[in-house]
């Protein structure tokens, strides 16, 4: 986040060395500056900023007159040589009150204190849209349809799916008999967690962490054999080898 911030002095030498300390300083940035309140305001109603550095004493609009004429998402870090303006400084709402001669340690925790406020602003006008949503927890299971009753099944259990025309064959881990179910496999695999099953094949859906052994690019289930086809090949490998020890490229293993 950056402050565009406006200079106000009318002194020559202490509007150049605040501009300095606002050039100086990562999230401000110089908007402008000023050597009269009245050219200052004069400015602001065409190019609102969020934050000035003013001084108090000047001919014509002094600084508190100024501050009181800003909009309420301006504010104001008063620069004086005078400590007697301190508590009327704070009356107008000035967010520090810096006494020159100003060094730039007192500028900067002056100015960290403005990006302070300004953040906790923003978060406190953020719209229930805008706000940072929790993360949803990762989904641990899935209810299917299979015969006349919904049946869910956790996600570790599942070893692969087998799509067929009309439905698809899950296979869990305790169960004797594959799962049906009337739904594409493509269906399905959009419920999946995508960290956690591949397509190995336009038929098959696997999860890696359930598999033992792979030979000549087929996976070993069992008695059972997937398919590695050539068109998910280096996906699958890809997918293995960013969560292997073995080096090299695994998709030149056989």
Not at 30 to 52: C, I, M, Q, W, Y
Not at 96 to 116: C, E, Q, V
Not at 117 to 132: C, G, M, S, V, Y
Request: contains cysteine; glycine residues 4%; hydrophobic residues 40%.
């Amino acid at each position: 986040m950056k402050l565009r911030c406006l200079v106000i002095d009318d002194e020559p030498l202490a509007v150049e060395l605040m501009e300095g300390y606002v050039r100086k300083t990562p999230f401000l940035e110089l908007a402008g500056s000023f050597e009269s309140g009245t050219a200052a305001f004069a400015a602001l109603r065409e190019d609102p900023v969020d934050l000035l550095f003013c001084d108090i004493q000047m001919p014509g609009l002094n600084g508190m007159e100024l501050s009181r004429m800003l909009p309420e998402e301006t504010r104001v870090i008063f620069t004086t040589a005078f400590s007697r303006y301190a508590v009327e400084g704070f009356r107008v709402r000035a967010l520090d009150y810096l006494l020159k001669p100003i060094s730039y340690n007192d500028f900067l925790a002056a100015a960290k204190k403005a990006l302070a406020w300004f953040e906790l602003k923003r978060r406190a006008d953020r719209t229930p849209e805008e706000a940072p949503r929790k993360a949803e927890p990762e989904r641990q299971s899935l209810f299917v349809k299979t015969e006349y009753r919904l049946q869910r099944i956790d996600l570790d259990r599942i070893r692969y799916i087998e799509g067929l025309k009309d439905y698809v064959k899950i296979h869990v881990e305790g169960e004797p008999h594959p799962i049906l179910s009337l739904l594409s496999l493509k269906t399905l695999e959009e419920q999946l967690p995508s960290d956690r099953f591949i397509r190995v094949h336009r038929s098959y859906i696997v999860q890696p962490s359930k598999i033992r052994t792979i030979e000549r690019n087929r996976i070993v289930f069992g008695s059972e054999r997937i398919p590695i086809s050539e068109n998910c090949r280096q996906a699958f490998y890809d997918f293995l080898s960013r969560h292997s020890l073995f080096p090299g490229s695994l998709s030149d293993k056989e």
